[in-house]
């Protein structure tokens, strides 16, 4: 069964096109293109934990959505959360994921800065729908100093916020799917962390959220080979930190 692999980025959308076109095209939405207004720019998921359904919950045959508000502290923790719709018993679950979550905080003029956001959790339940594997271990950590080497300027942000021009794909294999995921039909979303460095080659990547059947790992080592032409600032390389997400999908 041919598989199609499609790649988005939270911070550049990049499709990958049949094989007569030898680098991705990049399409950047106005709200993401690169500013130099003082804005806050928002805070970015560094580990995303899936949420925990009861086993009632997953025999509903339910399809749904809680949306919450947070609160995210200039340390990245969530100091609170609130729910604004949902039903039960899938509130308790997302939120319980949502407070565990961690986040680079916003930054405003150079500095962290608390933050309130709302945040979606999806949940489909129906039959035939892929479901994430629960975690048979540890996920890669970012980097211990991802945060002080970010408040110092050794790693900048993109986006909204920023004087930062990110960076642009020049090489981006992708990603293979596992004996596992395919012999199980599974479609999914890996998110990960990435930070760039100033020679456009990835120094560390995480997975942000994970999804399981091997398919976190063949996402993080086939990142790890890619290439970028890098971000910059006042014509100048530097190194950014972002977020990419590779999409699973069989036709």
């Known amino acids: 069964m041919p598989t199609r692999l499609l790649v988005v980025w ?20 106005e709200d993401q293109q690169a500013t130099k207004s003082h ?26 959505q809680v949306v919450l508000s947070i609160n995210i502290g200039a340390g990245g923790t969530v100091k609170d959360a ?10 308790d679950a997302a939120m319980a994921a949502v407070r565990d979550s961690r986040y680079l905080p916003a930054m405003q003029d150079g500095e962290f800065v608390e933050t309130t956001k709302e945040v979606t959790v999806k949940y489909d339940f129906r039959k035939n729908t892929s479901q994430p594997e629960e975690l ?14 970010v408040a110092d300027g050794n790693i900048l942000r993109t986006g909204a916020g920023s004087d930062v021009t ?35 080659r990835p120094k560390s990547v995480w997975v942000v959220r994970s999804v399981g059947h091997g398919l976190d790992q063949q996402s993080v080592e086939t990142v790890k080979q ?25 036709y």
């Open 10 to 29: 939270l911070v550049l959308a990049v499709v990958f096109r049949p094989m007569t076109d030898r680098i991705p095209r990049l399409s950047l939405s």
């Open 39 to 64: 804005a806050t720019i928002e805070a970015l998921p560094i580990r995303l934990p899936n949420p925990s359904f009861p086993k009632q919950a997953k025999k509903t045959n339910a399809q749904g």
């Open 82 to 91: 609130s729910v604004l719709s949902g039903k039960a018993p899938f509130v």
């Open 136 to 149: 048979k271990g540890p996920l890669i950590e970012p980097p211990q100093e991802l945060l002080k080497d």
């Open 166 to 200: 990110p960076p642009r794909v020049v090489l981006a294999p992708d990603p293979e799917y596992s004996e596992e995921a395919r012999r199980e039909k599974f479609t999914g979303r890996v998110l990960l962390g990435v930070i760039v460095g100033t020679d456009g």
């Open 226 to 250: 890619w290439k970028f032409s890098p971000a910059r600032r006042n014509g100048q390389p530097v190194a950014v930190v972002l977020n990419v997400e590779t999409s699973f999908y069989l």
